[in-house]
Structure formats: C-alpha cells, structure tokens
C-alpha cells in the first residue's frame, strides 16, 4: 500500500494503519477476488450514466477506463486514494457530474 498511497504522509499512514487493523483473511480475500474478477466481461452492460476519477499513474492505456472507452477525468497529484488526498476536488467533480446527469 505504501508504494501507490502517495506523498501525503497523512493519507499513507491512514491508509497503512486502516489495513493494519483489517483482518489478515479480508485482506487475503480480497486480493484472492481481484486476481480473479474480470472486468472486461462487465464492460457494456451497465447502461447508465459512468464516470472514472483516475491518477496520472492509472491513466494507462491498458487500464479499463480505456479499454472500455469510458469517460474520466484525471486528478494530479494524488496517490491511489484520490478521495482522501483532494476531497474538495472530487467532490466538484462529482456535483458536475451528477448535474449534467
């Protein structure tokens, strides 16, 4: 976790701390689900309204919001916890979003 929770000290010793006090089997457990969910399957079936908030380091070519030609905004300077990092951005961009819906 330490490695994609960015500069904000804060954020990254929450985010450390959070899994710390996390059961050892929900944390194997999920890592277990993610290896095998496939996304891909999914893409195209949800009909409604869609948006993806992205960092400059998961805005790849090969990441699902591309692959699946999804609309997204990306948040500079940010870890992988973008809401916790720029509440206030997010925020705004999610009342944007909800209002053009």
């Known amino acids: ?14 985010v450390i701390a959070d899994a710390l006090a996390t059961p050892q089997a929900t944390i194997v457990g999920t890592f277990e689900a993610l290896n095998s969910f496939e996304p891909r399957k999914l893409l195209g079936r949800y009909k409604g309204p869609m948006l993806v908030i ?15 030609d ?7 300077s940010t870890g992988h916890w973008i809401q916790l990092e720029k509440p206030d951005e997010i925020n705004a961009i999610l009342d944007q979003f909800l209002i053009a819906t």
Do not use: C, F
């Not at 999804?70 to 500079?76: A, G």
């Open 54 to 68: 992205v960092t400059p380091q998961t805005d790849q070519e090969w990441m699902l919001h591309r692959m699946g």
């Open 1 to 14: 976790y330490t490695s994609i929770a960015g500069e904000n000290a804060d954020v990254r010793e929450r």
């Open 70 to 76: 999804l609309p997204y905004r990306v948040v500079k």
